[in-house]
Nanobody, 118 residues
Framework: QVQLVESGGGLVQPGGSLRLSCAAS????????MVWYRQAPGKQQRELVA????????NYADSVKARFTISRDNAKNTVYLQMNSLKPEDMAVYYCNAVRLRTSSVYWGQGTQVTVSS
């Protein structure tokens, strides 16, 4: 059974930092691209925030470049999202996503809430 379990969300003041974690089980983690998405309040669609592929290449949404850093630890089957200089517009539910195009495999975590407010 595949599980992606996010943690690390919470309430933070503008300008603060949080580190999200997503622990995966039931997949060959190293062969998956790992992606963080977010869904802001009142929005229907999830926005891609950051992606790290199986070769450790990364890409980011323009809105988070230079503030967020995605990383992965294949030994721990975990992907991280370090979020610095948080803004109110970063407030959302953040979802972890694992994707392997070769096998059309896609998995989602349950999400973790990030609230940015003074």
């Amino acid at each position: 059974q595949v599980q992606l379990v996010e943690s690390g969300g919470g309430l933070v003041q503008p300008g603060g930092s949080l580190r999200l974690s997503c622990a995966a089980s039931g997949i060959i983690f190293s062969s998956f691209d790992m992606v963080w998405y977010r869904q802001a309040p009142g929005k229907q669609q999830r926005e891609l925030v950051a992606r790290i592929n199986s070769g450790f290449s990364t890409n980011y949404a323009d809105s988070v470049k230079a503030r967020f850093t995605i990383s992965r630890d294949n030994a721990k089957n975990t992907v991280y999202l370090q979020m610095n200089s948080l803004k109110p517009e970063d407030m959302a539910v953040y979802y972890c996503n694992a994707v392997r195009l070769r096998t059309s495999s896609v998995y989602w975590g349950q999400g973790t809430q990030v609230t940015v407010s003074s």
